[in-house]
């Protein structure tokens, strides 16, 4: 595993999309819908798989003296592994701006989701509806990239759209919790997402290693 790995990290990787990772400080800005931090990362993710497919990085693969469930494996963990680092970036970025930032009124006063628990459960929410509907969709064929990432988009953003308006509404005003203000709530919606991308993430997987299977490239 760790060889496969390795190969994606230094030979089938744009070395821009480890500058998409950055994205996840987005957690920071006020005034700004904080989970495009979550699908500018998918966007590089994205960009990587149409730069192997481009360069017959699949093919090569499963040329290797591997099994072609590896071949998946090496992209899932790659791309899991990208999500992660941009995630703690969100993670560090939040627990600023519910400490250290906690008293700014550019935050007091931001009219759009907070950075908290809620908003980082969301975002791994988003990581896995990537990984199920694009990533998924991918390994169907090896080689289509453009009609699975406009799903994700439009799924991408009714999320986003759906997440931002909620706490607009009486009964769901804590969701948009300022620090550790309803902090059981907070935990609660983050486990949730933690197991939703865990859930969506296996899935694809599964499903993704069935559909590699049978294809012939």
Known sequence: MGNILKKEMQLSTLAIVYFFIVFGLMFLLPGYPVLCGAFFLTLGLYQNFRYARECNDIVFSALLPIAKQDVVKGKFAFSCLIEMCSFMLMVVSTVVRMT???????????????ANLFALGMALVLFGIFNLVFIGSFFKTGYKTGKPFIVYIVICFVIIGIAEALHHFPEFEALNAFGFEHFGLQILTLIAGALCYMGLTILSYRKSCCSFERIDL
Do not use: E, K
Request: charge should be neutral; proline fraction near 7%; avoid cysteine.
């Open 100 to 114: 250290v930032l906690s008293d700014w009124p550019v935050y007091r006063n931001n009219a759009l989701m907070n």
